[in-house]
């Protein structure tokens, strides 16, 4: 099949692109970008106006299948990715039966394929049943597709259990992406320890609970030689341990996400909304802050949604019973360009380093540039669209989302995968 993209602002910092022009692709691959470009049959589509960039990637969701289908599945979870303008994302192992050995791997590659709306890449669980306990099946899931591993959702407790995973981890070329979480100093907490915990009564998550594992794992990170990812980074004294790892030149790596940079606890209020309940929790806003500087100043490697869909019967309970987790593959993009794009913040060269070119990097899969011979993976973005996020939009299956409510400019409008519409015009493609 043949496709034509006419009149759209391509921009790819990789090659130092950023120009309006055509694209031409034939069999999923990038043939050729010039002006006044022929095809003689195939499809074409005049994208002016718009922007083109390589396929942005979510390197941190949760779309709970196998197990926990009644929240989100695959097929709803990619839908959803491709809605919010994501041509591939990263899965979470935290699944029923945990993400630990080969078989499970097979079952999300299986389901992705036959099913998916976007390049499925899946992690491994770094110990079985996420126990912390006993090494996972870590060969058998490389050689069946596994990109990383994590026992995101809790975390490795045990630095010695760490260390063997990250020994092994460094022997197949794979990132260890850690939840840092110290279960006996986080505790039953609920919310950031501070103002908000005490006027509202909720127990308290102090931010050192997350802070010690960073600066434990950089240290593990520099004994083993494994690369380091530390998964939605929320707190200024993370952020700068990080920072002071990179200067090192040590191999570590981190990811935010827009409702840690975006919503503070100041969002929980005396109506104990429970879809801001998350993990780790909202900081203050002087975290978030400091966690843009991050961004703008490229201590943050990527932004990630940490997608984590639950049941409404599920948020709508007490604050302390509620699941903790937020939506956000579907708002992310939108976020990310009303917020740090169009205040000038960052450049659309920055957004696309952010969330097309660094995840793919961290991940160690396939690279996508706007150049002949690459796969067309492409994210098209409409800059100045304004939009409300409502509900009744999403595609997921869950709605809890902090940024219901929220008007916002610019979103993604068509994504292609291997060449092929996922999603045109707004709508998935079926």
Known sequence: MALMLKNARFIDPQVGLDEVCDMLIRD????????????????????GGKIVVPGLVDCHVHFRDPGMEYKEDIETGSRAAAHGGFTGVCTMPNTKPTTDNASVIEYINKKAADVGKCRIYPSGACTVGLRGEALSEMGDMVAHGAVAFTDDGRGVQDSGMMRRVMDYAVQFGKVVMSHCQDEGLVGKGQINEGVQSTKLGLAGWPAAGEELQIQRDIELSRLTGCPLHVQHLSSLRGLNMVRRAKEEGLKVTCEVTPHHMFLSEENITETYDTTFKVNPP????????EIIKGVVDGTVDIIVTDHAPHADYEKDREFELAPFGMTGIETSLGTVITHLVKPGLISW????????????????VEEVKLAPGYTADLTVIDPDVEWDVTVDD????????????????GRATDVYVGGYATMEEGVVVE
Do not use: Q, W, Y
Not at 30 to 47: C, F, Q, S, T, Y
Not at 282 to 289: C, G, I, N, S
Not at 349 to 364: D, F, K, S, T
Not at 394 to 401: G, H, I, L
């Open 349 to 364: 060269n920055r957004l696309v380093e952010l969330m097309a070119i660094n995840p793919r990097a961290i991940l160690g």
């Open 394 to 409: 999403f595609e997921s299956k869950a709605n809890n989302c902090g940024f219901v409510g929220a008007h916002l400019s």
């Open 28 to 47: 999923g691959k990038i043939v050729e970008l010039g002006h006044n470009l022929d095809m003689p049959k195939g499809v074409e589509r005049d994208l």
């Open 282 to 289: 909202l900081r203050t806003k002087e975290d978030a802050a």
